[in-house]
């Protein structure tokens, strides 16, 4: 086996065992492989072990590896921010996005997906812990964002997404994962389906299970150091 295959596999046991301790349903938890600053000979390991769904922060980045590797059946997910003149690559080129922060954004991805495409998929970035200067839409700004981007035909409202600050302990990494959990309780109340909580890196994997993700975004684990 591949080193890849090797540390996809622990990463997946990983999840198994978060799934089994917190009581969550088995094969509730998907992971998202992060990718980025990594080859295309990296996603074919990965992909050659099992794995579809792949995240790239940067636009460019993530175009030229998916042309490198056009045979292949992948999903692919933004995860970076994106700037609004750039959003019509990321609407004809990926299934998801997970960082639509304000309206803006949301128009014009859902005016510049394909109409011969599904409606691309997004995640509400959030920034939950209401740091200065950090990406994502305050809490107190979601319900209002949730209702622009459910009503837009180019795009689906899938969840919420965020990057809380790193914390040392898993009792520290649980706080403000719990606080978006919360938040997709409270539009879920407000009628939007919501089945995805995308949160949970390699470091607070475990956490972010403990506290309902669905979608842990893991590229260290499986991939290595980044240079
Ligand atoms: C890089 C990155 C990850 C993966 O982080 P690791 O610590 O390498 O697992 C997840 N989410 C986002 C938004 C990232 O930028």
Redesign the pocket.
Known sequence: MSDIATRLEAVLERVRAAEADYGRTPGSVRV?A?S?RHPPEAIRAAHAAGQRAF?E?YLQEGISKQEALAGLELEWHL??GLQSNKTREAAERFDWV??VDRSKLAHRLSEQRPAEMAPLNVCLQVNISEEPQKAGCLPAEAAELAAVVAGLPGLRLRGL?A?PAPAETLAAQRVPLARLRALQARLRQAGHELDTL?MG???D?EAAVAEGSSMV???????GA?D
Request: hydrophobic letters at 50%; glycine letters at 12%.
């Open positions: 998202l992060v980025k995240g922060n995860i970076g997970h960082t997404m990057l995308s890196m390699s470091a994997l975004r893991i590229g260290t684990a499986i991939f980044r």
